[in-house]
């Protein structure tokens, strides 16, 4: 079924014998299932982890999709999976699931095949960089929730970005709380800035960590200036102001 992938030395295809779809890394037929391919062009046919295990999505006769893995514990079908991401070693892994009534969707973030509560939606799902921890942000009424490990922690309006130092150790982000950014570095409130202030240059640098893990840095703009802002040691540096940076 379609082009064969390459990870960490190994090869791997799916292939169709005797009514079961099959991954096939390096020769070996590694997990089976019945059903057939979904249709949807985001969904991809196979993955491999950084371990080299397969996992792919098969839909079954009742119309339900599900992930398949070698040693799956139970299968948990949704009208539509996607998302799927693996921890660094690829001994962890997470997707999101879509379950629709009517024409409501409602979303679960799936970790090591144990379901979550239902949330209107659910995103930005990431693992911790030692792989120990699973983040995500879902949606329940009309604010944000960032979970951990299935826990319900900080609420807000919007988080905006969610970033770990290079050690692993610390994490920042960004939300929107009322009318006002809120830069947040681990449990400590480092700046507060009007709703406008914030500008991005890409979604992935909003918020960035050095490569020592000690200084935390933004760009943010006021009266028509925009300028960079470090965080280090308790102390903060901001940049003379420029038309644009």
């Known amino acids: 079924k379609g082009t064969p992938i390459y990870l960490n030395r190994a090869a791997a295809y799916l292939a169709k014998r005797d009514g079961k779809w099959t991954a096939i890394v390096d020769g070996e037929a590694l997990v089976e299932f019945p059903g057939s391919m979904p249709k949807e062009a985001n969904l991809p046919d196979l993955k491999l982890t950084p371990k080299g295990e397969p996992f792919f999505a098969v839909q079954m006769a009742d119309g339900s999709q599900v992930y398949v893995h070698p040693n799956q514990k139970k299968k948990t079908g949704f009208d539509r999976v996607q ?17 629709k009534t009517g ?5 679960f973030a799936v970790h090591n095949d144990e379901v979550s509560s239902e949330y209107r939606y659910v995103s930005d799902l990431q693992f911790s960089p030692d792989g ?13 929730v960032l979970v951990t490990d299935g826990k319900e922690g900080r609420v807000a309006d919007d988080f905006k970005s969610i970033v770990f130092s290079p050690d692993g150790k610390s994490m920042a982000m960004r939300v929107k709380r009322g009318e006002e950014f809120v ?15 914030f500008f991005e240059v890409s979604v992935d640098n909003s918020l960035v960590f050095s490569p020592d893990s000690k200084t935390l840095a933004y760009f943010a703009q006021a009266d028509g200036r925009q ?7 308790g102390s903060a540096y901001k940049s003379p102001g420029y038309k644009r940076i």
């Open 103 to 107: 024409d409501k969707e409602t979303r």
């Open 227 to 233: 300028f960079l802002v470090a965080h280090r040691g």
């Open 183 to 197: 830069v947040f570095w681990d449990e400590y409130e480092i700046a507060k800035y009007p709703y406008d202030a």
């Open 132 to 144: 120990k921890h699973l983040y995500y942000v879902a949606r329940k009424d009309d604010d944000e």
């Open 83 to 99: 998302g799927l991401t693996f921890n660094k070693d690829g001994s962890q892994f997470a997707y999101i699931g879509v379950r």
